[in-house]
């Protein structure tokens, strides 16, 4: 039997915690990603890259990829229901959205994968581990991604593509740098944070029943390097918390007052 390798929350303070559900600031933090999305992506493709420099363009693509990896991290909170708990059409329609505009994903589909994940994680059952063989990250990366591959959506991303740069007359180079190279980093992001440091095997063996660990990074880099994705032991253990409210539930594993 695997030991938990520290005591769980007392029931009163992770009953406190799911309260959030009964507000809607879940749902408000959303909407403000899908937003900010939304803006930063007309904004950015409407610039003339030419003019601009080397370093101010990086910097906008590393921006948009922090936020691209808000909108799948928006859809991983819609599948545990926790972006809208009041109500689940709502919950599921802005989970969908953010799964739709980042990279035409059904979030049907999504949440039965993720949830395989949660019930078997770190296991040749989990889509999101590698083939048992090949762990290193470059390997399990691909692994990943073929397990979340789909000709069908390469193929509408890229009728998107030639759609928006002959009707909206938006130049390929922009098209490039602030929507597509972005979106594949983010999921670059997500893989490494999300699956491949959290759920590598440690020498000594898993020791705890969700086969996953936490990173030990303070509360501001846990939010830049992937929106608390990091603390994932928590998330495992209490998958009814939203993503902004882990730091509070690592600090009270921790014993950090």
Avoid at 101 to 120: D, G, I, N, P, R
Avoid at 187 to 205: A, D, N, R, T
Wanted: one cysteine or more; glycine letters at 4%.
């Amino acid at each position: 039997m695997i030991e938990l390798d520290h005591k769980p929350l007392p029931p009163a303070e992770s009953t406190r915690i799911a309260r959030s559900e009964d507000t809607n600031y879940g749902l408000f933090i959303a909407l403000s990603i899908l937003a900010i999305w939304a803006i930063s992506l007309i904004f950015l493709v409407s610039l003339d890259v030419d003019k601009l420099p080397v370093y101010w363009i990086v910097s906008a693509m590393l921006w948009q990829t922090f936020v691209y990896t808000g909108l799948f991290v928006t859809t991983h909170d819609a599948m545990h229901g926790v972006v809208f708990p009041k109500n689940r059409k709502i919950n599921n329609l802005v989970g969908s959205v953010a799964a739709l505009v980042y990279a035409l994903f059904s979030f049907k589909k999504l949440s039965e994968k993720h949830w395989q994940h949660h019930s078997h994680p770190a296991s040749e059952l989990d889509p999101d581990y590698h083939d048992g063989k090949h762990k290193n990250f470059f390997a399990w990366y691909w692994q990943f991604t073929k397990e979340y591959w789909s000709w069908t959506r390469l193929l509408g991303l890229m009728a998107i593509f030639n759609l928006v740069t002959h009707t909206l007359h938006i130049p390929d180079a922009n098209l490039t740098l602030f929507w597509v190279i972005p979106s594949i980093l983010s999921s670059v992001q997500l893989f490494y944070f999300g699956s491949f440091l959290p759920h590598k095997e440690p020498k000594e063996g898993y020791t705890n029943a969700c086969r996953a660990k936490s990173n030990q990074l303070p509360v501001f880099w846990s939010f830049i390097t992937c929106y608390h994705f990091g603390y994932h032991q928590e998330h495992h253990e209490y998958p009814h918390v939203p993503w902004w409210r882990l730091p509070e539930i690592y600090k009270l594993n921790q014993g950090i007052s």
